[in-house]
């Protein structure tokens, strides 16, 4: 059902480098760029992450309970996730590990403080 998420951005360059690095480690690449805009994903008919600039010129800021989830393809790869995010910068909202039957996630923030999950099921 769902698309994209869409995460702002007021450090555009260095948070795309982060966000490179970061889905580089479960097989995502760029898809789609436009001035001030970057889709990330494994195809076009997929889920999808996007960064931008906020069109209208306003800083971007971070919403409180927002948080985009990135379903992974193992165990290691969430961890892989989550290391490298925090290699890359990132601010670490809880390691790796088990939160309930067959859910195993970790969550960091980003360069701008937007919340992320990554997550196997299973």
């Known amino acids: 059902m769902l698309g994209y998420?869409?995460?702002?951005?007021?450090?555009?360059?260095?948070?795309?480098?982060?966000?490179?690095?970061?889905?580089?480690?479960?097989?995502?690449k760029r898809l789609m760029e436009l001035d001030g805009f970057i889709l990330w994903g494994t195809?076009?008919?997929?889920?999808?992450?996007?960064?931008?600039?906020?069109?209208n010129q306003e800083p971007a800021t971070v919403g409180n309970g927002g948080?985009?989830?990135?379903?992974?393809?193992?165990k290691e790869v969430v961890d892989a996730l989550h290391r490298k995010a925090l290699e890359a910068g990132g601010q670490d909202?809880?390691?790796?590990?088990?939160?309930?039957?067959?859910?195993y996630a970790s969550y960091f923030r980003d360069l701008d403080g937007n919340k992320l999950a990554a997550f196997f099921l299973g």
Not at 11 to 28: M, T
Not at 43 to 55: C, D, N, Q, R, V
Not at 67 to 74: G, K, L, N, R, T
């Open 5 to 28: 998420v869409t995460l702002g951005s007021n450090q555009f360059e260095k948070a795309a480098a982060f966000y490179d690095a970061l889905f580089a480690e479960c097989g995502a």
């Open 43 to 55: 195809s076009m008919e997929a889920g999808a992450i996007a960064l931008t600039k906020p069109f």
């Open 67 to 74: 948080m985009a989830a990135i379903q992974a393809e193992s």
């Open 93 to 103: 909202e809880g390691e790796p590990g088990q939160r309930g039957d067959g859910f």
